[in-house]
């Protein structure tokens, strides 16, 4: 299963929380709860991905956040603490919106709102 199916299969389950796998990269999923826009919003997170340096700049990570952006379910995306300045760059250039929690600025969350 593709990490695209194994997506739709999450969103579509009663599971809260789910590590999906494909070649090359792995992913922590979520149905969350973010204060978002000031109000208490529900949310599917990107928790924690990891691409393998052979399947760097593949897209496999674009394919898994247009997936996210896709399904029909969720109205806001989160993406928690973006350790790498290269993907902060990209959820920017694609309309994600940089937030910070806690104190620390240099570990920023981002945001989305779909409809």
Known sequence: MTIV???ID???SSENRRW???????????KGWHVL????RPTLDLANVQVQPAYQ???????LLLA???QDRYHWLYVENVLSGRLG???NKHGWVRIIVG?????????????
């Open 10 to 12: 999450f969103v579509d």
């Open 37 to 40: 826009a000031c109000e208490l």
């Open 57 to 63: 700049r593949s897209g496999r990570l674009r394919e």
């Open 103 to 115: 104190s620390d600025d240099r570990v920023p969350s981002y945001y989305k709102r779909l409809r």
């Open 68 to 70: 996210m952006e896709a």
């Open 5 to 7: 199916h194994s997506l």
């Open 20 to 30: 999906l796998w494909d070649d090359g990269i792995q992913a922590y999923v979520r």
């Open 89 to 91: 760059s990209i959820l």
